[in-house]
């Protein structure tokens, strides 16, 4: 393990020919399980590092652009606070209205304009297929942290993470995981389904009928031949799972609100209904919750979900760390 005192004896070395040196991360099917476990070796190092020494100077002298064009608490803050633990700096555009993009600059103009002062770009946008649009103009790493209902591949690698440091990373194959909630525009589930199939896990899909995992999802997943089976009640499920992993339901991509309203409380996790479940289970959330989990579970030791925010801060750390050539 690197000694606290000085960043010279990081195991972290900087290497233009690494792997993922300038590289974009847009969608998780870049990862092989290798990868994987290469991320997470960097972002257990990163925990360690931030409990002893708190910030340090891997990426001192290089510059993050953090680009919302939609709303977002742990996405933006944990990679600002990420870049800024490694020595280096953001410049946030939070708040798209007040930028350029208000007087109609388009996306890859704005890339192109951050690029000139960044080294490496997160962007969320609305649209699917976006971060790959803003990838082909920029010549800088373009980390993508949400494309509409597309995917959000580091919160899977955070997501997966956390199911390592909680449960053991030698217990996943065979694991029973259970998504819940708004599968179709869920984009969390979308990238962690396709990064779980990496592994010999058993998924279960729990949602109500319009709101099922995309197709093209599941088969993408059933080319990895891993089982996975849709439920419209957790009761048949809940017993046999390791991971119960809760969405919220996605308000702002429906197109009639008459749906959102029909299926918005259709599950909510209390302590009555988790008696059924496992002692040793996690359930984790993306956040933000609406509702979907209750506050009187907070307190049981299977809530990962406020850690697994945690994990977030080390893994992308890590991906910082690797697209700029110094993991
Ligand atoms: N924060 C996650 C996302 O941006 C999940 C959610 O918003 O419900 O996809
Ligand atoms: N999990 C997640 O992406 O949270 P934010 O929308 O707050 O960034």
């Known amino acids: 393990m690197p000694t606290p005192s000085s960043s010279q004896h990081l195991p972290f070395g900087e290497n233009k020919n690494a792997e993922?040196?300038?590289?974009?991360?847009?969608?998780?099917?870049?990862?092989?399980?290798?990868?994987?476990?290469?991320?997470?070796?960097?972002?257990?190092?990163?925990?360690?590092?931030?409990?002893?020494?708190?910030?340090?100077?891997l990426l001192k002298g290089k510059i993050l652009a953090n680009l919302f064009y939609e709303p977002s608490t742990r996405t933006s803050s944990s990679f600002t606070a990420a870049m800024e633990r490694l020595g280096g700096s953001v410049i946030p555009i939070n708040e798209v209205k007040y930028s350029s993009v208000t007087k109609g600059e388009s996306l890859p103009d704005t890339v192109r304009t951050l690029e000139s002062y960044a080294d490496v770009i997160v962007l969320r946008h609305p649209e699917t297929g976006s971060a790959a649009i803003a990838a082909k103009a920029a010549r800088k790493p373009v980390i993508n942290a949400g494309d509409g209902t597309g995917e959000h591949p580091t919160q899977a690698l955070l997501d997966t993470f956390t199911i390592f440091e909680e449960l053991g990373a030698g217990l996943i194959d065979g694991m029973t995981v259970t998504m819940l909630g708004d599968l179709k525009y869920g984009r969390t589930v979308h990238s962690l389904?396709?990064?779980?199939?990496?592994?010999?896990?058993?998924?279960?899909?729990?949602?109500?009928?319009?709101?099922?995992?995309?197709?093209?999802?599941?088969?993408?997943?059933?080319?990895?031949?891993?089982?996975?089976?849709?439920?419209?009640?957790?009761?048949?499920?809940?017993?046999?799972?390791?991971?119960?992993?809760?969405?919220?339901?996605?308000k702002e991509r429906f197109e009639d609100p008459a749906d959102y309203e029909k299926v918005k409380g259709a599950y909510v996790i209390d302590p009555a209904i988790m008696k059924a479940a496992k002692k040793d289970m996690i359930v984790m959330h993306p956040l933000p919750r609406v509702g979907e989990i209750s506050t009187d579970f907070d307190d049981d030791p299977r809530a990962a979900y406020f850690r697994q925010m945690e994990y977030g801060l080390y893994v992308r750390m890590a991906l910082l760390a690797m697209v700029l050539g110094k993991a």
């Open 193 to 250: 389904a396709r990064l779980l199939s990496l592994y010999k896990v058993r998924l279960n899909y729990v949602s109500p009928d319009i709101l099922r995992m995309p197709k093209e999802v599941m088969d993408e997943v059933a080319e990895k031949n891993i089982p996975q089976a849709e439920f419209s009640s957790l009761e048949k499920v809940l017993s046999e799972t390791d991971v119960l992993y809760v969405t919220r339901v996605q």
């Open 20 to 57: 993922w040196y300038g590289k974009d991360i847009i969608s998780v099917k870049q990862f092989k399980r290798e990868d994987l476990e290469y991320v997470f070796g960097v972002a257990h190092e990163m925990r360690g590092m931030v409990e002893r020494v708190g910030t340090f100077d």
